[in-house]
Structures are given as structure tokens and as C-alpha cells.
């Protein structure tokens, strides 16, 4: 089955979320070549954030803000988002009672291959553990981008799925949280964030990209990237400073 094939058969729902807080089914998916197009771009988050400045585009967050945990890990894909609050009741009360209202399984359920899910969450708890990270690797997704806590790191790191989020902490959101739209408009440390939007990350952050820029923005980034490219290579070639390209 090709991808837009497996995109158009729906998964059963899990029922950890109301269906009509599901904005959408599925998030917009790429055009063809765009995510290899970022792929191929080097140190792709300082150079996508120069080009975006260039363009008056607001999208990039520092990995300070949102700090990788896996080293050396860089990720390129479209945005499922899901938002949290906190639930209203008395967290000893909804432990008591085990009243879980996170629904982040859902995102996995309904990810394709390659997604980024990108969570505008709670503060101080945890929105997404080793399990769901586990889960989310098994669905092929690229990783996540939390605002927010997470937990379980040694889980995560084992299974190999790559999180970017603002705070790690052993404290559940399962008795805390509740999940109240996914696939709607988020915002992560002041950025708005579509689903369908690219998302890129790398060890110096995190950009997201409005979809309907994003052609634009990645032939710019090439051509930005080519040059420094060239650059180092003359810079290795021994080509004194005041010569180097870029410096006239």
C-alpha cells in the first residue's frame, strides 16, 4: 500500500478524547520532496531561522527552551498537535478515582509515518512518558516536541524516539491533565503551530514552518546552505580571511 493510500484508511478510534475535539483526521500532509528538501539542509535550524528572519516569519525556539534529548539527533515532519490543560478536580481526588484524561495515544493512533507530535502541555507534569514514546516509535513517527514536562528519559532514549520539551520531571499528568484538542492551532513558547506545519529540530532547536511557506523558506535555505557550504571549503582550502566568500 503506498502513503496515500495507508493515509486515507482511518484508524478505530481509542475513545481517550471526545471525536469532534479531533479537528482533523489526519493533519495536511507535504508536498512530495519537501521533507527530503530539509533533510539535506546542514546545521538546518540556524539556517532556516536566518532565512525566516529574512522573511518576517516568526518559528524558531531555542534548544534552551526546548531541549533535545538525544544527542546529535535532528528530525524533519509535519505537526499533529494536541493541547492540554489542567484538569479541574483535586489531583488526590482524580488518583483516587484513577480519572485519566490524557489523550497523546490518540495522536499516535492517528499518526502516519514520519509525523511530529507537538504537544502545547502543562507545565511541572509530565505530558507524555516512556510508553507513549515507546508507542509513538512503533508508529513511525519522527518524534515530539513537548512545552511542557516530560518522563521516563532512560525509556525514551532506549527505544530511540527523539523529544524536544521545555522540562523533564518524574511527576504523572495522567491524574492532572486533560486533553482537550488535537489537531487544532497550538502555541509553543509563543509560536503558533498549525497541524501540517514542518517541523524541524536539531541540537541548536527547534523551527516551525507554516506549510504554506514552506516552499519558499526550504529553496531559500538551500541556497544559504550551498554557500556556507562552500565557505567552510575554502576555509579548509587555506583562502586567507579577507577573501573568503561573503566578506566583500
Given at each position: ?11 478505530k ?16 500532509r507535504?508536498?512530495q ?50 493541547r492540554?490543560?489542567l ?29 511530529v507530535?507537538v504537544?502545547d ?13 515507546q ?24 527505544v ?28 509553543i513558547?509563543?509560536?503558533r503551530v ?14 516551525f514552518?507554516?506549510?504554506a ?12 546552505s ?23
Amino acid at each position: 500500500m503506498n502513503d496515500l493510500a495507508f493515509a486515507d484508511v482511518l484508524p478505530k478510534l481509542t475513545g481517550k478524547i471526545s471525536p469532534d475535539r479531533i479537528r482533523l483526521m489526519r493533519a495536511p500532509r507535504p508536498p512530495q520532496g519537501l521533507i527530503d528538501g530539509f533533510k539535506r539542509i546542514g546545521d538546518a535550524t540556524s539556517v532556516i531561522s536566518d532565512i525566516m528572519d529574512e522573511l518576517g516569519i516568526t518559528g524558531a525556539i531555542g534548544a534552551s527552551t526546548l531541549k533535545p534529548t538525544l544527542p546529535s539527533t535532528s528530525i524533519v515532519g509535519p505537526a499533529l498537535t494536541v493541547r492540554n490543560i489542567l484538569q479541574r478536580e483535586h489531583v488526590y481526588e482524580t488518583a483516587r478515582e484513577h480519572v485519566n484524561r490524557m489523550a497523546e495515544f490518540e495522536a499516535h493512533n492517528l499518526a502516519l509515518p514520519g509525523d511530529v507530535v507537538v504537544i502545547d502541555g502543562v507545565a511541572g507534569v509530565s505530558n507524555m512518558g516512556g510508553i507513549s514514546a515507546q508507542t509513538g516509535r512503533r508508529q513511525g513517527e519522527a518524534g515530539a516536541i513537548v512545552s511542557g514536562g516530560i518522563r521516563d528519559l532512560g525509556h525514551s532514549r532506549r527505544v530511540g524516539y527523539p523529544l524536544w520539551a521545555t522540562e523533564i520531571t518524574p511527576v504523572t499528568g495522567k491524574w492532572r491533565i486533560e486533553t482537550v484538542e488535537i489537531n487544532g492551532d497550538i502555541q509553543i513558547a509563543g509560536v503558533r503551530v498549525a497541524p501540517g506545519d514542518i517541523v524541524v529540530a536539531d541540537e541548536t532547536g527547534v523551527c516551525f514552518i507554516p506549510i504554506a511557506r514552506a516552499a519558499e523558506i526550504l529553496a531559500k535555505a538551500l541556497k544559504k546552505s550551498a554557500f556556507e557550504e562552500a565557505k567552510c571549503e575554502a576555509i579548509e582550502a587555506g583562502t586567507s580571511v579577507a577573501d573568503l566568500p561573503g566578506n566583500a
